[in-house]
């Protein structure tokens, strides 16, 4: 499953909109394919929710962090805040968020096929390159002492992949 805050975002709602409803859907890809706005709202009409939804979302929020330099510096960090809105507000809000993840996940669903295609129809002169990255891994020495956890160096990785064909293999 996809880890991006879009999704994420989206399955703190369902999850919560469980909780209240007895939904037996499982995942995101369920929901968004199976639920039509109509039983979307039928569905949140049969919460049983009287005046405000408490639900959690992933949010860039100020935390005071300290320098090595002791001072205290503000940063941006993404964490899970809980929120409240009025039940009319929440809902309006949830169905809007649907509309957006559906686009969402349409465009993903054509970004693969599109790079399907590519990879499987690729000239012989050519070269398809997929690249990405993963950041902030934490190097260690497998047997460090306790006091070297606060100055671990930190490196960000970036794999590629290069695709070619080779007399139509």
Known sequence: SCLCTMHQKNALLLKMLKKHNNL?????DQFIKNFTSEQIQKMLD???????YTYEQWEKV????????????VKKKMKVVT??????EFENYFKAQVLVFREHVKRI???FLVQR????NLPEDQIYIHMDFAEDYRCRSQEEVQSAYWSQTQITIHPVVAYYK???K
């Open 117 to 120: 295609n590519l990879k499987e």
């Open 109 to 111: 669903k054509n970004q």
């Open 83 to 88: 929120k409240v809105k009025p039940k009319v």
């Open 166 to 168: 080779k007399q139509n």
């Open 62 to 73: 100020e935390v005071k962090v300290k320098s090595k330099s002791r001072e205290e510096k």
């Open 46 to 52: 049969n919460c049983n929710v009287e005046n405000s």
């Open 24 to 28: 037996f859907i499982v995942n995101l």
